[in-house]
Every structure is written in C-alpha cells, then in structure tokens.
Nanobody, 113 residues
Framework: QVQLVESGGGLVQAGGSLTLACAAS??????????MRWFRQAPGKEREWVAQ???????YYPDSVKGRFTISRDNANNRLFLQMNSLQPEDTAVYYC?????WGLGTQVTVSS
C-alpha cells in the first residue's frame, strides 16, 4: 500500500513563501517513479497540475507558477518538496502529492491579500 502524506501548508500573506513536503512510503520510491507531481484544487475549481519531476530530474511547470514554484526531491528520505515563492491569493488551494494513481490527502494553503 502506497502512502503519500503532505505537510507544510498554512496561512501566508501575499508575497510570502511556503515549502510543502510529501513523504512517500510503501512501494513508491520517489527517485524511481516515472513522474512525481504536485496538484492543487481551489474551492469550486477542478484539480490542476502545478509541478512535475521525472525520474531523470527534469522538471516542468505550467505558466501560472513558472518562476515562482520549484519542485525537488530528497531521494535518501523518499520525500518530495514544493517550494512556493511570491504567493498570491489565487494560489489558495488544497495541494496534493501524486504518483501515478496514488494521491495524498492534501495540505491547505491559504494566501491572504
């Protein structure tokens, strides 16, 4: 059974920063997974992808967060991170860690104006 557990969410003012973490246990090895991703879902909106890291270490971001968000991983401790800078109220959402069909329960990020 794969478990993905997110942490690090909270309340931050616009312009601030947060770092989210995702701890993986079970069969998932973050280093060997084809792709590890972060998604977010704001109230009343569909879940959207915000960051991706491939096995090779290549990273990808949508334009909405490019230059502000950075995905990284700690292979030794099987953890995935999302560094978020210059946060804006529109970044308010529940953030989820994902690998293939496995999802965490999410962590709430709220950005006040």
């Amino acid at each position: 059974q794969v478990q993905l557990v997110e942490s690090g969410g909270g309340l931050v003012q616009a312009g601030g920063s947060l770092t989210l973490a995702c701890a993986a246990s079970g069969r998932t090895s973050i280093a060997s997974a084809y792709a590890m991703r972060w998604f977010r879902q704001a109230p009343g909106k569909e879940r959207e992808w915000v960051a991706q890291m491939l096995t090779s270490g290549s990273t990808y971001y949508p334009d909405s967060v490019k230059g502000r968000f950075t995905i990284s991983r700690d292979n030794a401790n099987n953890r995935l991170f999302l560094q978020m800078n210059s946060l804006q109220p529109e970044d308010t959402a529940v953030y989820y860690c994902n690998e293939d069909t496995d999802w965490g329960l999410g962590t709430q990020v709220t950005v006040s104006s």
